[in-house]
């Protein structure tokens, strides 16, 4: 069976990440979703162990310490990291592991694995993104103005990544549609199938 690959998908606050990647597994059930531990209180709607592992920020140091973490980065006044132990497993079963994750640490996974997709998802402007991060309407003003001056930050480190999707309003079923086509596109590369060059004169 061909292993999985293990993609990152960043983008600023409102790019509209989870929406688009809810989508994707919609379509298609060779993605897993990695469930990411954070010292952030839940919003409303979101579920433990669903959407996140909701964590102390004592019980964050202690899975840092005993390395139970695949990466982890402080983002906006909490603690986000990566649990280490599904991602092999998940890639080993043959589906795609989706993580869905900043900037820092997309660029750490990459130089982990080389072989893994960075994508990058932005609103098509950034007037869109600050009207979508207003209307979700679950962030306090300040909150807001951080998270735009990061967005600035992780558009700088745009060239870093393999691909870049725009996710026009309205259209999460294309934003959707084109991971599935770049995963379809990268499972073709060379040097996953290099199974076949060995074994094709048998
Ligand atoms: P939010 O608070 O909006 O859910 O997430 C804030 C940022 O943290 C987003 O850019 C999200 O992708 C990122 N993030 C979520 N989980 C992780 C993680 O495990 N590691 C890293 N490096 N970033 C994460």
Redesign the pocket.
């Known amino acids: 069976m061909n292993r999985g690959i293990l993609l990152t998908i960043?983008g600023p606050?409102g790019s509209g990440?989870g929406t688009v990647i809810a989508e994707l597994m919609k379509m298609s059930d060779d993605f897993r979703y990695s469930v990411?531990a954070?010292t952030?209180n839940p919003r409303p709607g979101e579920v433990d162990g669903v959407n996140y592992y909701f964590v102390t920020k004592e019980k964050f140091l202690s899975l840092i310490e005993n390395e139970e973490m695949l990466?982890?980065?402080e983002?906006v006044g909490n603690y986000?990291?990566?649990p280490k132990a599904p991602v092999e497993k998940t890639l080993d079963e043959g589906k795609n592991l989706i993580l869905?994750?900043?900037t820092?640490?997309a660029l750490n996974v990459k130089k982990m694995a080389p072989d893994s997709v960075a994508i990058m998802l932005l609103p098509p402007d950034g007037e869109v993104l600050r009207s979508r991060l207003v209307g979700r309407g679950t962030e306090t003003p300040e909150v807001i103005e951080k998270r735009m001056e990061k967005a600035k930050k992780e558009l700088n480190l745009l060239d870093h990544y393999d691909y870049v999707i725009i996710n026009e309003t309205g259209k999460i079923d294309v934003a959707a549609k084109k991971i599935l086509e770049i995963v379809n596109s990268e499972k073709l590369r060379t040097s996953r199938n290099m199974d076949i060059k060995n074994n094709y004169f048998k």
């Open positions: 960043s606050a990440k990411s954070t952030r990466e982890h980065t983002y986000y990291g990566t869905e994750i900043e820092e640490g």
